[in-house]
C-alpha cells in the first residue's frame, strides 16, 4: 500500500477519535455541564449531522479543488473546531464546535474513500478503503481510551486540547506524505449531482448505510452508561473496557474488507449485519455480568464496523453503473447516510433511554440491523436480475490510473 494510503489513515485517527472520544465521556460531561445523559448523547448526533451536511454539500462544492490542498484545509478546519471546544464555555458552545468538526470529517472522508481507490489495483479497493478506515479503528483501539482517560482525570475539556494536538500531527503527515498529482473524478453539474438522489437502487443502498450504523448507535452511544449503570464498571474502568472494544474494531475491519474483496459487497454485507444483529441481541441478556458484557463488547467491536469497506465499495460499485458522472458525489452521500444513522440511532437512543431505559437500546438496535440486512438481501435480488457478478469490483473512476 502505497504512503498516501498511510498519511489518510493518520488523518482519519485523528477525526475518528474526537468523533468517537464523546460516548466514553457522556456521563462526564452530563454531570460537568447539567445536563441530562440523553442530552449528552446529543453530542454524537450533532456531530454526525455536521457530516452528513458536510459530507454531500462541501464535496460537491470543493470538487475542483486540488486534493492534496482540500485535505490540508479539511485538517485545519478540524483542528479548529476542536479547539473551540476545548474553550467552550458551556453546552451550546460545544455542540456548535461538534458540528463544524463534524463538517470536516463528511468531506474528508468522502474524497478519502476514492482517493484510496485510485491509488491501488481494483482488486485491492477494498482493502485499501479499510486501511483508510482503520486509522478509525485505531483510534477507538488508542485513542479513544486515552482520551476518555484524560477527560476523565483532567476534564472532559483536556481531552480536546490532545485532540487537536492530533489534527496538528495529521496536517503535517499530510503535508509531507500525500502527493499533490492526486487524480480527481471531474467535477459533476449540479443537475448531475442532484440526479444521484433520483436513482432508485442508490437510495437503496443509502437505506442500508443508515439502518445498519443506526442500529449499532442506538446502543453504542450509551455503551458507557450501560458500563457503568447495568454492568457494574467504574467509570475509571470504562476506558479499559473501550480498549477491549478498539482492539476488537481493528480485527473486524481488516476482516469486512477482506471478506468483501473475496465474497462481493452484498454477500459480505449479508454476513456482517447477520451478525452485528445476533451481538446486539445478545447484549440484553450479557450486560448485567461484567465479564460476560466484557465478552459481548469484544464480539460487538470485531462487526460493528466490518461493514464499511463492503458499503463503500457497493455505493461506488452502484454509482458507476447509475452516475458514472457522479461517483465522488455518490461517495459522499453515502457518508451522508452513514452519519444520518449515527445521528438518528443516538437521538432515537436517547429517547428509548428516557422511555424505557437503557437496556431497551441494544434490542431495538438490532430490530434495526435486521432491516438492513433485508434491504442488503433485496439488492442482492435486484443485481442478480440485472446479471451482475456478485464479486463485480468498482472500475472506472475508482480505478488506478
Same mark, same amino acid.
Given at each position: 500500500?502505497?504512503?498516501?494510503?498511510?498519511?489518510?489513515?493518520?488523518?482519519?485517527?485523528?477525526?475518528?477519535?474526537?468523533?468517537?472520544?464523546?460516548?466514553?465521556?457522556?456521563?462526564?460531561?452530563?454531570?460537568?455541564?447539567?445536563?441530562?445523559?440523553?442530552?449528552?448523547?446529543?453530542?454524537?448526533?450533532?456531530?454526525?449531522?455536521?457530516?452528513?451536511?458536510?459530507?454531500?454539500?462541501?464535496?460537491?462544492?470543493?470538487?475542483?479543488?486540488?486534493?492534496?490542498?482540500?485535505?490540508?484545509?479539511?485538517?485545519?478546519?478540524?483542528?479548529?473546531?476542536?479547539?473551540?471546544?476545548?474553550?467552550?464555555? %458551556?453546552?451550546?458552545?460545544?455542540?456548535? *464546535?461538534?458540528? !463544524?468538526?463534524?463538517?470536516?470529517? &463528511? +468531506?474528508?472522508?468522502? /474524497? #478519502? @474513500?476514492?482517493?484510496?481507490?485510485?491509488?491501488?489495483?481494483?482488486?485491492?479497493?477494498?482493502?485499501?478503503?479499510?486501511?483508510?478506515?482503520?486509522?478509525?479503528?485505531?483510534?477507538?483501539?488508542?485513542?479513544?481510551?486515552?482520551?476518555?482517560?484524560? %477527560?476523565?482525570?483532567?476534564?472532559?475539556? *483536556?481531552?480536546? !486540547?490532545?485532540?487537536?494536538?492530533? &489534527? +496538528?500531527?495529521?496536517? /503535517? #503527515? @499530510?503535508?509531507?506524505?500525500?502527493?499533490?498529482?492526486?487524480?480527481?473524478?471531474?467535477?459533476?453539474?449540479?443537475?448531475?449531482?442532484?440526479?444521484?438522489?433520483?436513482?432508485?437502487?442508490?437510495?437503496?443502498?443509502?437505506?442500508?448505510?443508515?439502518? %445498519?450504523?443506526?442500529?449499532?448507535?442506538? *446502543?453504542?452511544?450509551?455503551?458507557?452508561?450501560?458500563?457503568?449503570?447495568?454492568?457494574?464498571?467504574?467509570?475509571?474502568?470504562?476506558?479499559?473496557?473501550?480498549?477491549?472494544?478498539?482492539?476488537?474494531?481493528?480485527?473486524?475491519?481488516?476482516?469486512?474488507?477482506?471478506?468483501?474483496?473475496?465474497?462481493?459487497?452484498?454477500?459480505?454485507?449479508?454476513?456482517?449485519?447477520?451478525?452485528?444483529?445476533?451481538?446486539?441481541?445478545?447484549?440484553?441478556?450479557?450486560?448485567?455480568?461484567?465479564?460476560?458484557?466484557?465478552?459481548?463488547?469484544?464480539?460487538?467491536?470485531?462487526?460493528?464496523?466490518?461493514?464499511?469497506?463492503?458499503?463503500?465499495?457497493?455505493?461506488?460499485?452502484?454509482?458507476?453503473?447509475?452516475?458514472?458522472?457522479?461517483?465522488?458525489?455518490?461517495?459522499?452521500?453515502?457518508?451522508?447516510?452513514?452519519?444520518?444513522?449515527?445521528?438518528?440511532?443516538?437521538?432515537?437512543?436517547?429517547?428509548?433511554?428516557?422511555?424505557?431505559?437503557?437496556?431497551?437500546?441494544?434490542?431495538?438496535?438490532?430490530?434495526?440491523?435486521?432491516?438492513?440486512?433485508?434491504?442488503?438481501?433485496?439488492?442482492?435480488?435486484?443485481?442478480?436480475?440485472?446479471?451482475?457478478?456478485?464479486?463485480?469490483?468498482?472500475?472506472?473512476?475508482?480505478?488506478?490510473?
Amino acid at each position: 500500500m502505497p504512503l498516501a494510503l498511510w498519511a489518510l489513515t493518520l488523518s482519519a485517527f485523528a477525526i475518528g477519535t474526537t468523533e468517537f472520544v464523546i460516548v466514553g465521556l457522556i456521563p462526564t460531561i452530563a454531570a460537568s455541564l447539567d445536563v441530562s445523559v440523553p442530552s449528552a448523547g446529543l453530542l454524537v448526533s450533532l456531530y454526525a449531522l455536521g457530516v452528513a451536511v458536510g459530507a454531500p454539500v462541501l464535496t460537491a462544492l470543493t470538487g475542483r479543488v486540488p486534493r492534496k490542498a482540500l485535505l490540508l484545509g479539511l485538517m485545519a478546519l478540524f483542528t479548529a473546531g476542536n479547539l473551540i471546544a476545548w474553550m467552550a464555555p %458551556g453546552y451550546e458552545a460545544l455542540m456548535a *464546535a461538534r458540528v !463544524l468538526t463534524g463538517l470536516a470529517h &463528511g +468531506v474528508f472522508f468522502s /474524497i #478519502g @474513500s476514492t482517493i484510496a481507490t485510485s491509488l491501488v489495483p481494483r482488486e485491492k479497493a477494498a482493502s485499501a478503503i479499510a486501511l483508510m478506515f482503520t486509522g478509525l479503528t485505531v483510534a477507538l483501539v488508542t485513542g479513544v481510551p486515552l482520551g476518555t482517560f484524560i %477527560g476523565q482525570t483532567l476534564g472532559w475539556q *483536556a481531552t480536546f !486540547l490532545a485532540v487537536s494536538l492530533l &489534527g +496538528v500531527i495529521a496536517f /503535517i #503527515g @499530510s503535508l509531507i506524505l500525500v502527493p499533490a498529482d492526486i487524480a480527481g473524478s471531474p467535477p459533476a453539474s449540479l443537475a448531475t449531482q442532484l440526479s444521484v438522489l433520483k436513482k432508485p437502487r442508490l437510495l437503496l443502498v443509502y437505506a442500508m448505510t443508515t439502518l %445498519g450504523y443506526g442500529g449499532t448507535f442506538i *446502543a453504542f452511544t450509551y455503551l458507557a452508561p450501560i458500563l457503568q449503570e447495568v454492568s457494574g464498571f467504574p467509570a475509571s474502568s470504562v476506558s479499559l473496557v473501550m480498549l477491549v472494544y478498539g482492539v476488537s474494531v481493528a480485527f473486524g475491519n481488516i476482516w469486512g474488507g477482506r471478506l468483501a474483496d473475496r465474497k462481493g459487497p452484498v454477500r459480505a454485507l449479508q454476513i456482517v449485519f447477520g451478525l452485528l444483529a445476533l451481538v446486539l441481541f445478545a447484549l440484553t441478556f450479557t450486560a448485567s455480568n461484567a465479564w460476560l458484557a466484557v465478552a459481548t463488547v469484544l464480539a460487538w467491536g470485531a462487526v460493528a464496523f466490518g461493514n464499511v469497506p463492503g458499503l463503500q465499495v457497493y455505493v461506488v460499485q452502484r454509482a458507476e453503473r447509475d452516475a458514472p458522472r457522479a461517483v465522488d458525489v455518490a461517495s459522499g452521500l453515502n457518508i451522508a447516510a452513514f452519519n444520518v444513522g449515527i445521528a438518528l440511532g443516538a437521538w432515537g437512543g436517547g429517547l428509548i433511554v428516557a422511555r424505557f431505559g437503557l437496556m431497551a437500546t441494544p434490542w431495538i438496535g438490532a430490530l434495526v440491523v435486521l432491516g438492513a440486512l433485508g434491504l442488503t438481501t433485496l439488492a442482492g435480488r435486484l443485481d442478480r436480475d440485472e446479471g451482475i457478478d456478485p464479486r463485480a469490483r468498482p472500475a472506472g473512476a475508482v480505478a488506478a490510473h
